[in-house]
């Protein structure tokens, strides 16, 4: 079933990308090269398939609507936001080797690493930058909040290199790293406009709690993609996780299964060889054998309903809270 | 000559060293443990060389006394712009492939690229959020230039990766680059105390136009001593930049010079194989018969002249403006 693109994300990308685009421009002209393709502004290495889905952005635009706000008064937040998840998408592609992001050649393969770090500290920069220009003290509490969600996503990434020398790893640990590297930016996403405009505290902790439990749903959901998400969808190639072998949680729940295919799994995945196309057609059958698929799908509607719970505590507008839970659903979906 | 190391660096290490161990505690305890190689405070890879000489820091402190305020009063932005200036040196070593950081292995050669690459950019947040938490219309503008001058260095970066692969670099070219990638951190150094503290915007201007120049003759001095330093002196190989062909403002003067022994110079950076240590003795001398030597002492001088006369106009008090040009002269001296 695929979830049709909720209009907010459309809305929120053409808010950003003004924003965005000014921002870029401020920077030396090979570094916002690397940014351009980035953001899928060039077609220097082929393919014109836009920068992503400007989910981020898009919560944080509610979260302004939220607290009263408009949408106008949370574009420096909303950029701000997108330009920290760029630079983690830019350092991590570099240090998990991913050669591929939204089915273009990812920025290191195409202007070499030194470039792309150097993009990934630049983005990192403006994003600061932005929210510093706007002297209000609910900006000052917004660039607070991005960057202690910047450090988050900084731990969940160690503690996702430090998974891949382990092969004990549980699922609780891989949750917990989650939480942060996927799940604090969208907490902030969540918060962070009605931040800005000065929404109360209750609110901000309900909405950055909806975020978490939703990041979760979204963590969950790519992680099926990476084992049964078809090449079109993911921009990847098929089976990219367990070709990869990395430990995300469908994989980790089934290797600590203690079921027979749980095992077989784990003895599968330790071959020193590359794995053949049957090897991780095998593969994902153990998964789902060991109850690995089953349990991922269960535990995202769970955190769904939880996010969604964490709305109608919060004293969100009835028309906003509907057009979150749009939003949660659909990056929740199996075929975005 | 050696000069003697100004009391005011030791101090404003003191200073900055509770607060930079209380950040980096925040830290999860991997990248932590990249942090602490990187300050010195660890001896994981051997040696126990403390880390760096607190320049920046000790100009931010004076700063703030040129200003009328207190160095208590501006410790999170002194250790801020530490704190940047790691986060630059963590990810410039892995660019520039680097292999020897203050006469020890430089980080990512002990903990891998990935968690080099990620501690950098910790550093960067920790910088950001060191100053969000003093919420003093002060704290938010020195924030906003130390933003500024994180750009920068990141642009004079850029540029300095740009150079590797052209033949035709010229002098003004490198030295606009050395402006961005050591001037403007040295800029806000020597004034983000001054911010801090209230100080007045001629005052401010002022002390960065003093930090911009004394940058260069900084980067001046370390040029010549890529050259002739000692690796006592520099912690690094013998003849280090010439051994890995870097651009730097000496080499280039000569290369540029239109004299026999550049074009001598020339041909033998052009060389494809890796170049004896007979070579590098030839090449430093033809760097000093091209004039390259000569010209980049003289220049350095000249910087240190203009930066104290930034300062006597900067209505800097007179005991504070000697300590200013104490540092300045101890940076520029061939043997720190």
């Given at each position: 079933?695929?979830?049709?693109?909720?209009?907010?994300?459309?809305?929120?990308?053409?808010?950003?990308?003004?924003?965005?685009?000014e921002a870029v421009a401020r920077l030396d002209p090979a570094?916002?090269?690397?940014?351009?393709?980035?953001?899928?502004?060039?077609?220097?290495?082929g393919g014109s398939v836009p920068g992503g889905k400007a989910?981020?952005?898009?919560?944080?635009?509610?979260?302004?609507?939220?607290?009263?706000?408009?949408?106008e008064e949370c574009s420096p937040v909303a950029a701000a936001?997108?330009?920290?998840?760029?630079?983690?998408?830019?350092?991590?592609?570099?240090?998990?080797?991913?050669?591929?992001?939204?089915?273009?050649?990812?920025?290191?393969?195409?202007?070499?690493?030194?470039?792309?770090?150097?993009?990934?500290?630049?983005?990192?920069?403006?994003?600061?930058?932005?929210?510093?220009?706007?002297?209000?003290?609910?900006?000052?509490?917004?660039?607070?909040?991005?960057?202690?969600?910047?450090?988050?996503?900084?731990?969940?990434?160690?503690?996702?290199?430090?998974?891949?020398?382990?092969?004990?790893?549980?699922?609780?640990?891989?949750?917990?790293?989650?939480?942060?590297?996927?799940?604090?930016?969208?907490?902030?996403?969540?918060?962070?406009?009605?931040?800005?405009?000065?929404?109360?505290?209750?609110?901000?902790?309900?909405?950055?709690?909806?975020?978490?439990?939703?990041?979760?749903?979204?963590?969950?959901?790519?992680?099926?993609?990476?084992?049964?998400?078809?090449?079109?969808?993911?921009?990847?190639?098929?089976?990219?996780?367990?070709?990869?072998?990395?430990?995300?949680?469908?994989?980790?729940?089934?290797?600590?299964?203690?079921?027979?295919?749980?095992?077989?799994?784990?003895?599968?995945?330790?071959?020193?060889?590359?794995?053949?196309?049957?090897?991780?057609?095998?593969?994902?059958?153990?998964?789902?054998?060991?109850?690995?698929?089953?349990?991922?799908?269960?535990?995202?509607?769970?955190?769904?309903?939880?996010?969604?719970?964490?709305?109608?505590?919060?004293?969100?507008?009835?028309?906003?809270?509907?057009?979150?839970?749009?939003?949660?659903?659909?990056?929740?979906?199996?075929?975005?």
């Amino acid at each position: 079933m695929t979830a049709a693109v909720p209009p907010q994300l459309t809305g929120a990308r053409a808010l950003i990308d003004p924003v965005l685009r000014e921002a870029v421009a401020r920077l030396d002209p090979a570094t916002a090269r690397v940014a351009a393709h980035h953001f899928g502004w060039t077609d220097t290495a082929g393919g014109s398939v836009p920068g992503g889905k400007a989910l981020r952005p898009a919560l944080a635009v509610l979260s302004a609507r939220a607290a009263g706000g408009y949408a106008e008064e949370c574009s420096p937040v909303a950029a701000a936001v997108e330009l920290v998840h760029a630079f983690s998408l830019l350092h991590d592609d570099i240090m998990d080797g991913d050669r591929t992001r939204r089915h273009r050649p990812a920025a290191w393969t195409v202007f070499g690493q030194a470039h792309a770090i150097l993009a990934g500290d630049a983005l990192l920069a403006l994003a600061a930058e932005l929210l510093l220009e706007h002297d209000t003290p609910g900006h000052l509490r917004a660039a607070r909040s991005l960057s202690l969600a910047t450090r988050g996503l900084i731990a969940g990434q160690a503690m996702d290199l430090s998974f891949e020398r382990r092969q004990d790893v549980t699922v609780e640990e891989v949750l917990r790293m989650s939480m942060r590297k996927t799940g604090d930016l969208l907490a902030c996403a969540a918060s962070i406009g009605a931040v800005a405009v000065g929404g109360p505290d209750d609110m901000v902790f309900a909405l950055a709690s909806f975020g978490a439990e939703a990041g979760l749903a979204f963590q969950l959901a790519d992680d099926l993609l990476g084992i049964w998400g078809s090449p079109e969808t993911t921009g990847k190639p098929v089976r990219s996780d367990l070709r990869a072998r990395k430990k995300t949680l469908p994989i980790v729940a089934a290797l600590t299964s203690r079921t027979p295919a749980g095992d077989r799994l784990g003895r599968l995945l330790a071959w020193p060889e590359p794995l053949s196309d049957t090897d991780l057609d095998d593969a994902a059958r153990l998964v789902e054998d060991a109850g690995g698929r089953a349990w991922a799908e269960q535990e995202a509607k769970h955190r769904l309903d939880a996010a969604e719970r964490h709305l109608t505590a919060a004293g969100v507008p009835i028309d906003v809270r509907e057009e979150f839970c749009d939003i949660a659903r659909f990056i929740a979906s199996r075929d975005h």
